[in-house]
């Protein structure tokens, strides 16, 4: 068993990482501020599950003494803690340089001069390939599609750090990948699509199938930006954490590399033209909506990844269908009704998990 470190282990994707190493047996400290709407109930969520099989230290990852010592015999470090709105970004671009780019370079040399050569994961974002406005675009009825790129976008596509919040987690998706090159510290980047699952408090700003849902649920207003043919791959979080099993276990391979981890072109969806339809369907009845023709700052029309690398290098490919995954969060919406309401009801923006 091995001594594990989590980074905003009490987040959406953290909380069920946490869930399954600690359940495995491993000893795994969560490192995170609680600052995120949701994160205090996903850690009554690990206590009621695991008991004292974690540990938690509560600190920001901009304190770089806190950093240190947490890290301390770590012999896997899982970096997830982030501030992860664009719109978040945009309004306060030093927190967010603060908490993505130099969290993360606190935690790379918290790695570095640990006595023990970490396996370091990186979770950054399809966000580092900015808008993608070279990308030529073929528009059908429901959805915008790639003329030129039937299998996603590559990890070989050029680099092009849109918003802050781009700018933020590039430097750290570059900081992590140049640490294995210069320092030979066993880092993986894993360049995350839209992630979904049980455990997440989706918001207007971060983590559209869950505010969605959650919405229609509630009966909050919903506001679709654009005209909501945009296109994202979809990702179960129990495939993602498949995935980051499987880097690990394959460490030799996967030191230095990056990966696209998304859905791929046969679990994608439009946000409203074609998800629309789906959640009316769980529903059982018509959700209404309004449009605003406003487009969010870097804002894809598609981003779709192509996964073939990681395909090709652990074996991996995502199992669980969006109709699948997303009738299952509505199940965890629908039973969990009363505390979402209780957590999101203030309807707050995302704010950083870190």
């Given at each position: 068993?091995?001594?594990?470190?989590?980074t905003?282990?009490?987040?959406?994707?953290g909380?069920?990482?946490?869930r399954?190493?600690?359940?495995?047996?491993?000893?795994?400290?969560?490192?995170?501020?609680?600052?995120?709407?949701?994160?205090?109930?996903?850690?009554d969520?690990?206590?009621?599950?695991?008991?004292?099989?974690?540990?938690?230290?509560?600190?920001?990852?901009r304190?770089w003494?806190?950093?240190?010592?947490?890290?301390?015999?770590?012999?896997?470090?899982?970096?997830?803690?982030a501030?992860?709105a664009?719109t978040?970004?945009?309004?306060?671009?030093?927190?967010?340089?603060?908490?993505?780019?130099?969290?993360t370079?606190?935690?790379?040399?918290?790695?570095?001069?640990?006595?023990?050569?970490?396996i370091?994961v990186?979770?950054?974002t399809?966000?580092?390939y900015?808008?993608?406005?070279?990308?030529?675009?073929a528009?059908?009825?429901?959805?915008?599609?790639?003329?030129?790129?039937?299998?996603?976008?590559?990890?070989?596509?050029?680099?092009?750090?849109?918003?802050?919040?781009?700018?933020?987690?590039?430097?750290?998706?570059?900081?992590?990948?140049?640490y294995?090159?210069i320092?030979?510290?066993r880092?993986?980047?894993f360049?995350?699509?839209?992630?979904?699952?049980?455990?997440q408090?989706?918001?207007?700003?971060?983590?559209w199938?869950?505010?969605?849902?959650?919405?229609?649920?509630?009966?909050?207003?919903?506001?679709?930006?654009?005209d909501?043919?945009?296109?994202?791959?979809?990702l179960?979080?129990?495939?993602?954490?498949?995935?980051y099993?499987?880097?690990?276990?394959?460490?030799d391979?996967?030191?230095g590399?990056?990966?696209?981890?998304?859905?791929?072109p046969?679990?994608s969806?439009s946000?409203?033209?074609?998800f629309g339809?789906?959640?009316?369907?769980?529903?059982?009845?018509?959700?209404?909506?309004?449009?605003?023709?406003?487009?969010?700052?870097?804002?894809?029309?598609?981003?779709?990844?192509?996964?073939?690398?990681?395909?090709?290098?652990?074996?991996?490919?995502?199992?669980?269908?969006?109709?699948?995954?997303?009738?299952?969060?509505?199940?965890?919406v629908?039973?969990?009704?009363?505390?979402?309401a209780r957590v999101?009801?203030h309807?707050?923006?995302?704010?950083?998990?870190h």
């Open positions: 068993m091995s001594k594990i470190l989590v905003g282990g009490a987040g959406f994707i909380s069920n990482l946490v399954q190493l600690a359940g495995a047996g491993h000893e795994v400290t969560v490192y995170d501020n609680l600052a995120r709407s949701g994160a205090e109930a996903n850690l969520w690990l206590r009621g599950t695991l008991g004292h099989r974690f540990r938690l230290v509560r600190g920001d990852v304190d003494e806190t950093v240190r010592q947490a890290a301390v015999g770590a012999e896997r470090i899982y970096h997830l803690a501030q992860v664009v978040t970004s945009v309004a306060d671009p030093r927190e967010d340089f603060e908490i993505n780019a130099l969290g370079f606190n935690l790379l040399e918290a790695a570095r001069t640990a006595a023990n050569d970490p370091f990186y979770a950054s399809n966000k580092v900015g808008g993608m406005e070279e990308v030529a675009i528009e059908g009825p429901t959805r915008y599609r790639y003329r030129d790129h039937p299998a996603g976008v590559s990890e070989d596509a050029p680099l092009d750090f849109h918003s802050p919040y781009g700018c933020s987690k590039g430097a750290g998706d570059q900081y992590t990948r140049d294995a090159r320092y030979g510290l880092t993986v980047v360049r995350q699509s839209c992630i979904y699952g049980p455990r408090f989706g918001v207007e700003d971060q983590g199938v869950a505010h969605l849902l959650i919405a229609a649920t509630l009966g909050w207003p919903i506001t679709i930006y654009g909501g043919k945009q296109v994202r791959d979809l179960h979080v129990d495939d993602l954490l498949r995935a099993e499987l880097a690990v276990q394959d460490i391979t996967t030191a590399r990056v990966y696209n981890l998304g859905g791929g046969d679990f969806l946000i409203w033209a074609e339809p789906l959640l009316e369907e769980l529903m059982d009845r018509p959700v209404p909506i309004h449009y605003s023709t406003d487009w969010r700052p870097g804002d894809q029309k598609v981003f779709v990844a192509d996964v073939r690398r990681a395909e090709r290098d652990l074996g991996w490919r995502p199992q669980i269908s969006p109709q699948e995954g997303i009738s299952g969060l509505h199940q965890w629908q039973a969990n009704r009363d505390l979402l999101l009801g309807r707050d923006p995302a704010s950083p998990s």
